[in-house]
């Protein structure tokens, strides 16, 4: 194929598949609470912070198209048709000889964060490419051995992760278990038709064998090579014991292999666990002692739940960087973190830095929205949990842990004028208390009209607000 061809072909492609990929993960509908008193006291802490970011960046951003998927040969993959598949991952695989984020800039992403209002991080050190966002020394395709590597800042987790700690930022580590690039997981003998490994595991299992040592040893670095780390957020779940797939699991759609691809979860368990006491492990949608909180993507329940999870989002169309990405708004976000806040869950929201190196500009302004209601409005959300009666028309209903405060967040529409009352049932305040405003901190006129709670709002407020958060007791 001529090189303009395939330039062609490639720009084509990424037209095609920069916005995600459909098929994404479905949420479990069973949950195991853990048992480890460290563990529980961590998820506790972790239950507290209830808005996180998570950041995929790696060879994808190079030309702004969707993480790792392309390189998968599945019907659901849009690529050209001019372009021979081995053509494509060959490209693919040389954007690593192009990835040289000279302006690399995590301080600025950590600080955008901090002032959206987020409390903890998830970040990429491994995609399901394959390529590694930290200096392994399982593998020779990482950042820190290409044109970056001369870099002071070349490992680049390690700098991403003393920069969020800075900012008081709880620390993820996000690593797909799968890895396309390995050889003991994709292996060049045969074709890779799938997601999954390319060979069967019971007919080759010293090449087994050696990928799961090479996913111990790389998990292993990053316990105990990089500082504190609260969560080991493990993406791939079509990577688990056969034992482990439901009639649940197949209905999600993925090809499932007749043989299992276990990695020994208890023993990496129990290597993290020993390295970071308490570390939350997800282990995305394989049901058990291992998915310390569920992680339903690109969605919000539809009920309220009284255990551990978080709905991953994107702010825009993109999990990395794509060029015009089309952000939601910050009133949009507002919502959803209202919504997943009473329902008992976290908002992770993700975003995607350029290939130098750098928050795209309308994600810092996006965030800095974000933020300015979140400081002022915060005591809703931070350290609330559920309660019974969580949801009226507009209005969602938090509370404090010791249950002694009431808050009503009231979802207002965008481009509507404020009304001059809101009204909301149940949650009645107790006889004689005071309501506060926490926009202003002020307390507002309220009445009790037959089953409603009718508040008057003051006057001066800002127009534009997507949310108004009240404060009481019902106690």
């Known amino acids: 194929m001529k090189k303009s061809t395939l330039l062609i072909a490639i720009i084509l492609s990424i037209k095609m598949t920069a916005f995600g990929q459909p098929n994404v993960h479905g949420q479990s509908s069973t949950y195991q609470w853990p048992s480890d008193p460290l563990v529980k006291n961590k998820l506790e802490k972790w239950q507290d912070q209830k808005f996180g970011m998570i950041i995929h960046w790696g060879l994808y951003a190079v030309p702004g198209i969707m993480e790792s998927w392309n390189l998968c040969s599945e019907d659901w993959i849009s690529r050209d048709s001019t372009i021979a598949y081995e053509d494509y991952k060959k490209w693919y695989w040389g954007l690593s000889e192009k990835f040289n984020p000279v302006n690399f800039n995590p301080e600025q992403w950590a600080k955008a964060g901090k002032s959206a209002g987020m409390k903890y991080l998830v970040f990429t050190t491994k995609h399901h490419d394959g390529f590694n966002m930290f200096d392994t020394k399982e593998s020779d395709f990482k950042i820190s051995n290409g044109p970056f ?99 649940e699991v197949r209905a999600w759609g993925a090809t499932i292999p007749a043989w299992s691809q276990d990695i020994d979860m208890p023993k990496i368990a129990a290597m993290g666990r020993k390295a970071q006491p308490g570390l939350l492990i997800v282990d995305r949608t394989v049901h058990g002692p291992y998915e310390n909180y569920q992680t339903p993507e690109q969605h919000i329940p539809e009920k309220q739940l009284d255990h551990p999870w978080e709905s991953c989002m994107t702010l825009g169309g993109a999990w990395g960087f794509a060029a015009n990405d089309q952000y939601k708004s910050a009133g949009t976000v507002i919502h959803s973190l209202i919504e997943i806040t009473a329902k008992g869950g976290s908002l992770l929201l993700g975003v995607g830095p350029k290939p130098d190196g750098t928050m795209p500009d309308g994600v810092i302004s996006r965030l800095g929205e974000i933020g300015n209601w979140v400081t002022k409005n915060g005591k809703a959300i931070y350290g609330t949990r559920i309660t019974k009666n969580y949801h009226h028309n507009n209005t969602w209903f938090t509370q404090s842990k010791d249950a002694k405060t009431k808050y009503a967040l009231v979802c207002l529409k965008e481009g509507e004028n404020l009304p001059s009352t809101i009204s909301w049932a149940g949650n009645e305040p107790a006889k004689g208390t005071k309501i506060k405003l926490l926009q202003t901190g002020e307390n507002v006129k309220w009445v009790k009209e037959n089953e409603l709670i009718k508040v008057i709002l003051p006057k001066g407020l800002p127009a534009n607000l997507p949310a108004l958060a009240f404060s009481f007791s019902t106690i």
């Open 149 to 247: 590597k001369g870099n002071p800042k070349a490992d680049v987790a390690k700098y991403v992760f003393d920069a969020f700690r800075k900012q008081d930022f709880m620390i993820g580590a996000y690593f797909s278990k799968p890895d396309w690039h390995s050889q003991y997981y994709w292996w060049s003998k045969y074709a890779t038709a799938d997601r999954n490994n390319n060979y069967d595991i019971k007919k080759n299992p010293w090449r087994w064998n050696k990928f799961k040592t090479q996913t111990f040893n790389q998990i292993s670095e990053l316990m105990n090579n990089y500082g504190t780390v609260d969560i080991l957020w493990l993406d791939g779940g079509w990577v688990r014991p056969l034992e482990t797939v439901t009639d």
